[in-house]
């Protein structure tokens, strides 16, 4: 683990937090394996080699009292604010860059933060990913649960840009899979979830699956 990075992205929650943002985001990507060290309370030592820290904004019909403090309090805290050529917005702190998400509720595009001056990328299939929280270093931060977590990786790996993070992301489920395959609960959540899909979203879950010899077999099987 890069403490460096591990500095970076405890600065990121700080700023969420005093801006009231942290009830309100859920920290998705690889920075949640991170965090999951926490939640096993064990051995699990996450495969985290991202540069990247995505935060996804949960409830975009949401207005948080005090919004307008959030990026005053990224550049009091050392990041760089950037437009970038997709109307996206990002911050920047060393090589760590931070990115705001939201679901595409209306179709893909771009969000308004409200009253943040924040854009944030509209994205297909966040549904599928179920919050749950965790406490570390003294905040309470959401994150999705491992289940979930590892179903949406499989449901958009076969569109994931740019091309060479599908191979990583495989490998981040496959190790994740290895370390909860002797955990009986932990390894039937993951059956029920995928259980509880659609048809159609199972069956291209468990076709990616197949395809990278991983088991997502539910305990009834």
Known sequence: M?????????????????????PHIMII???????????FNDD??????????????????FEIEGAEKLRGLFKEAGFLFASNPSGTS?????????????????????????????????????????????????HLIKVPTPASYIVHKLYINPVRRPEHKRQKD???????????QNDPIEKGMVGSFVDGLSNETRDKILEVASANGLSLKSPAE
Do not use: C
């Not at 403490?3 to 801006?19: C, K, Q, S």
């Open 2 to 22: 890069n403490t460096r990075r591990e500095g970076v992205f405890w600065d990121l929650i700080d700023v969420l937090d005093n801006a009231g943002f942290l």
């Open 29 to 39: 990507g690889s920075w949640a394996e991170y965090l999951y060290v926490d939640y």
């Open 44 to 61: 699990y030592v996450p495969n985290l080699k991202t540069h990247d820290i995505d935060v996804f904004y949960q409830n975009p019909f």
């Open 90 to 138: 990002s911050f920047f702190k060393g090589d760590i860059e931070v990115e705001f998400l939201s679901s595409a509720w209306d179709g893909k595009g771009i969000f308004e933060i409200p009253f943040t001056g924040i854009s944030a990328e509209k994205l297909d299939n966040m549904s599928l990913l179920e919050p749950m929280q965790i406490k570390s270093n003294g």
């Open 170 to 180: 495989i490998d981040a489920i496959r190790m994740l899979l290895s370390y909860i």
